[in-house]
């Protein structure tokens, strides 16, 4: 038998990472346990990759994920000597076919625990808006269906997803997700497909972009992260095709939050920094929604300076703007608030960001339950941080007044960190009722 050649590539990287065999394994198997299919590989099985041993379909994309973490910059599979039959480009041709499989498979529940595998990617290396259209023009795909659409089918679709906007913050992701999955797949494909004049087809794929942007935001919600990127990336390709900037930039603006909420605060500066850059004509609601995420990111990095010019420049634009205010990617005065929560307490300001979320709770509009359930958990966790006892004890009753009403995963979550945080305090009154109250709502929704 012709014995293996060495992995020259892999051991490369390897080399440059610093880490020992032990340390490449494990962060390979924490990845795997990050996006639902945990591993168990040894350093042993580290060693042999290196020695040539062509690493399985399920382990490629955790190894070159672990790899570019550590280095800091995207590694193709290529670059670590692995084969590339399944590194898929989420910037295909056939854009709409990809979009659709992915919505027919979230539609499904059967189906959808395969596309909660999918790995979230740190260290994704997004396209610019010039580099996905390099000619300055939308491309176009030939029709596939003898239906003509017009300016009233791209109505419906801004109409439905306003509308699902709204259950998303009445009822929850876990409602609203499957309902926008199932428009997506069922009468959105077709639109696309369709043929129409240049004006209307550009038109029609903006509208799309906004649905999947919106679809992304509440696979994040729903802590499906890998999912979530996966809809984003498919959600600025249609904004490329529209030539659509303001959707592509808003869509990097959601990426860049989902990146602080999972705590990649360089991942999440670069993404808010390149949606400030792809809009630099934007209105001044547009620009605060901007403005606030980059201050929310610089303060994840330590640049306390950064992100309070950031805020200024959010209270500045937001006081230009009109009245009006877009179910997909608005901003007001209490999501600016929340900014300066985030910014104030990662600059060790505990009592200055509960003042701000709970500012942020008063402005914010009766509708928005959602965004209440979340917030509300936010704050009875610094209350508590705080010292405040009872303050966080009611400010909990106030997020299971909402939670238990709303089928959300992120909700779920504070559920389960309320639980864990409230039981050092079992002995007071307050901290007893509040733990028997979410133990009878975690037995109903089965939250463990």
Known sequence: MAQREPNAAMELLYRETGWTLRQFAQQVNRIGTECGTPTTYSPQTARAWLKGHVPSEKARPLIVEALSRKLGRPVAHADAGLPSSTDQGEHAADLVTRLLELGEADMHPTRRSMLNAGLYSAALAVPAFRDLLPDGAPRREEPRSPVRIGAGDVATVRTTTDRIADLLDELGGGVARPMAAAFLVNTVGPYLRASATDEVRQDMLSAASDLVYLTGWMAMYER????????????????????????????LRGMSLQAAHLRYGRKALELADSAAEAAPAAGPRLLAFLRGQQAHAASLVGDGRQARTRLREAEAALSKADSRRESVGGYDASAYQFH?????????????????????????????????????????????????????????????????????????????????????????????????????????????
């Open 224 to 251: 499906e992260h890998g999912l979530g990127q996966r809809y984003y990336l498919k959600a600025l390709g249609l904004a490329a095709e529209a030539n659509d900037k303001v959707t592509y930039c808003r869509t």
């Open 340 to 448: 300066v929560s985030h910014v104030l307490y990662e600059g060790g300001d505990l009592q200055g960001s509960i003042k701000a979320m709970q500012t942020c709770l008063k402005l914010q509009p009766r509708q928005e339950r959602q965004g209440r359930i979340h917030a509300n958990g936010l704050l009875a966790q610094r209350q508590l941080e705080f010292g405040h006892l009872e303050e966080s004890c009611r400010t909990w009753h106030a997020f299971l007044d909402d939670y238990a009403s709303v089928t959300t995963a992120r909700g779920d979550e504070h559920l389960v960190t309320l639980r864990t945080r409230i039981a050092p305090y079992l002995r007071n009154r307050e901290a007893r009722a509040l733990d028997e109250r979410a133990r009878d709502i975690a037995a109903v929704k089965r939250v463990a």
